[in-house]
């Protein structure tokens, strides 16, 4: 692949040294072209505007920052939602830093994702997961909103979906039915669904929990190639560990 800084670092070094020096500055521009991340001009006008470039997973938490402020306020329920995404992706300490970070680049809404966006288009499974993603991320506060409706139908749009089949999406997560859901839930209920007992311990139910979510995770499901009836089961199950994991984690006071 020719990436922008080894096609600069050719072109100078044909010009300074002729053949040689262009082997010479392809070599030092592939060197800085993986250094720095950059495959595309666009990442090199980002890198020249001093912002580094996103990775997928940063990619993600970027969308969901930008949907989170779109209405002019992130509320806790925005928060604890991306705290979600980052347990479902079972991140590690560092990976959850840089999630923070992205989320919080998201919300200045200054970067230019639809190039970001193109690129992701093809990968289909990953392209639906980030969706749904951002469907959770809308609905967390229990509405919403024409400019997060907006955003998430433009990224769409980028990602080669129509918007009929974006907003598809968005009847599995729905707010009301996590509150039908789990209106019900005891704590007994709790315990046997997550395959515990009164007396474990929270690392233990922490274990439990994140083993089971990532087992029975949507969009994990969906890119398995299962249908939409598996996935909208799996979306419901995975609301009721959530539920689960929540009230007993509020009953026993850990974090």
């Not at 769409?156 to 019900?184: C, I, M, N, P």
């Amino acid at each position: 692949m020719l990436w922008p800084g080894t096609l600069i670092g050719a072109g100078a070094g044909f010009y300074i040294a002729s053949i040689p020096g262009a082997m010479l500055g392809a070599l030092l521009g592939q060197v800085l072209d993986r250094h720095l991340h950059i495959q595309t001009w666009a990442h090199l006008r980002e890198r020249l505007g001093g912002r580094s470039v996103l990775r997928n997973d940063e990619l993600l938490f970027v969308l969901l920052g930008r949907l989170a402020k779109s209405d002019g306020r992130v509320v806790e329920g925005h928060i604890q939602q991306a705290r979600q995404e980052m347990r479902s992706l079972d991140m590690t300490e560092s990976a959850q830093r840089r999630a923070i970070a992205a989320f919080n680049r998201g919300k200045s809404g200054d970067d230019r994702l639809r190039g970001y966006l193109r690129r992701l288009s093809a990968q289909p499974h990953a392209a639906e997961g980030v969706l749904r993603a951002c469907w959770r991320m809308i609905w967390a506060d229990g509405r919403a909103g024409s400019a997060e409706r907006e955003l998430i139908r433009q990224w769409g749009k980028w990602l080669g979906w129509t918007t009929r089949q974006v907003q598809a999406l968005s009847a599995d997560y729905e707010q009301h039915k996590f509150a039908q859901s789990s209106t019900a839930l005891t704590y007994q209920d709790a315990l046997r669904l997550l395959g515990v007992s009164a007396t474990s311990e929270p690392a233990q139910i922490k274990r439990a929990y994140r083993r089971l979510l990532s087992r029975h995770h949507p969009d994990k499901i969906a890119g398995s190639g299962a249908t939409a009836l598996q996935v909208r089961e799996a979306t419901d199950k995975t609301r009721e560990l959530h539920s689960a994991y929540t009230l007993i984690r509020e009953r026993r006071d850990f974090r």
